[in-house]
């Protein structure tokens, strides 16, 4: 009897997720998925359920390997150089001309007629994860005096939550690095001063003098 074949599970949704973000979910076919992962219909199947579920096992492969990155350095001490690195980061992922242009998870959330419910709410789940993540590094900003307390840490998260996917519509529709770094530029301009200490004298203290770089629209 013939042994299965055997094949890299983790290599066949690394392929799968780039088809799927170069093409998007509705216009792929099992034909162009079997092409990129080398895997017959039934393999595909057998392994990984249906067309939808293979989407899904891709995007949290394509999630833990391309989206996780950046929002780890929301864990740096000062929150807003860790939110400006964190879109740094994502504008240079989006840079590397080996990815397709834009998202998956982006192209996947303003995509038309899935008609996949898993889909639709796996997808916000995931926005949301980063938005919470955001709104606990901004929180113990607020904690640790470093923006006033009348910030709102979920305002402000889901401010950048927005600003990070806006990012990836950018990029996907124009491609272009410059006008996604002006975007960052400015939305670094709405963290709030951080709120002077009682008793110090002199001009007030904010955390733009920590930026790595300045624009003249944060003037």
Not at 5 to 11: I, L, P, R, V, Y
Not at 19 to 42: H, K, M, N, P
Not at 158 to 175: D, E, I, N, P
Not at 200 to 209: C, I, Q, V
Request: aromatic share 6%.
């Amino acid at each position: 009897m013939a042994r299965p074949k055997e094949f890299d599970a983790e290599k066949v949704l690394a392929n799968a997720a780039e088809v799927f973000w170069r093409r998007g979910y509705d216009v792929v076919s099992i034909q162009e998925l079997e092409a990129a992962t080398g895997l017959g219909r039934g393999s595909l199947y057998n392994t990984f359920g249906d067309k939808e579920d293979l989407f899904i096992a891709a995007l949290d492969r394509y999630i833990e390997r391309h989206g996780a990155a950046p929002f780890r350095h929301l864990s740096n001490p000062n929150v807003r150089l860790g939110i400006q690195r964190l879109l740094e980061a994502v504008i240079a992922r989006m840079g590397d001309p080996a990815n397709p242009r834009g998202c998956l998870l982006t192209n996947t959330s303003l995509a038309f007629g899935t008609g996949s419910k898993r889909i639709d709410a796996h997808v916000a789940e995931k926005i949301q994860t980063m938005e919470t993540l955001l709104e606990q590094a901004i929180a113990r900003a607020r904690r640790e005096g470093q923006i006033p307390a009348s910030a709102s840490p979920k305002q402000l998260a889901r401010f950048y939550s927005a600003v990070t996917q806006s990012l990836g519509v950018m990029h996907k529709a124009f491609g272009d690095d410059a006008a996604l770094r002006d975007i960052a530029a400015v939305a670094m301009c709405a963290w709030p001063a951080e709120a002077p200490r009682r008793g110090a004298s002199g001009p007030k203290r904010t955390l733009r003098h920590h930026q790595l770089k300045t624009t003249p629209a944060c003037r």
